[in-house]
């Protein structure tokens, strides 16, 4: 029983050299390219392709990402002007917070104006079919 199994496991350790050893040896050299297809760069179909996209195309041009970008920029806004109130800035602080506040009325503005476009619209197509 013991030589059984000494001889399957002398059977196993060598079975998968013999099998990788029967392989040809050109296809295993890094001259060809390396292993297989390592190294080959493959690209997607020309159908596939990411492309660029026109700024006009541009998705987040909505009214609530333009009053989002003003809140966002008063809070740049605050937040310099904390910083530099506390390192005793008060003129850079105060520049700081005007700074942000134009960048809040400035997306304010192009969301109400988005806003009024699209109530526009709306009203224009009731009166039309009224």
């Given at each position: 029983m013991r030589r059984i199994l000494i001889a399957l496991f002398v059977v196993a350790l060598?079975?998968?050299?013999?099998?990788?050893?029967?392989?040809p040896v050109d296809t295993l050299t890094v001259q060809n390219g390396g292993f297989g297809d390592e190294?080959?760069?493959?690209?997607?179909p020309r159908n596939e392709r990411r492309r660029r996209i026109e700024i006009g195309d541009r998705r987040?041009?909505?009214i609530g990402s333009a009053f989002r970008q003003a809140g966002a920029?008063?809070?740049r806004?605050?937040?310099?002007?904390?910083?530099?109130?506390?390192r005793g800035r008060v003129v850079r602080a105060g520049k700081e917070l005007g700074?942000?506040?134009?960048?809040?009325?400035?997306?304010t503005g192009i969301g109400?104006?988005?806003?009024?476009k699209r109530?526009?619209?709306?009203?224009?197509?009731?009166?039309?079919r009224g």
């Open positions: 060598v079975l998968p050299t013999i099998v990788v050893s029967s392989a190294g080959v760069l493959r690209a997607p987040g041009r909505g920029s008063f809070g806004g605050l937040l310099g002007f904390g910083s530099n109130i506390v700074k942000g506040l134009v960048g809040t009325g400035k997306y109400v104006g988005r806003t009024g109530l526009g619209r709306g009203t224009k197509r009731v009166f039309r």
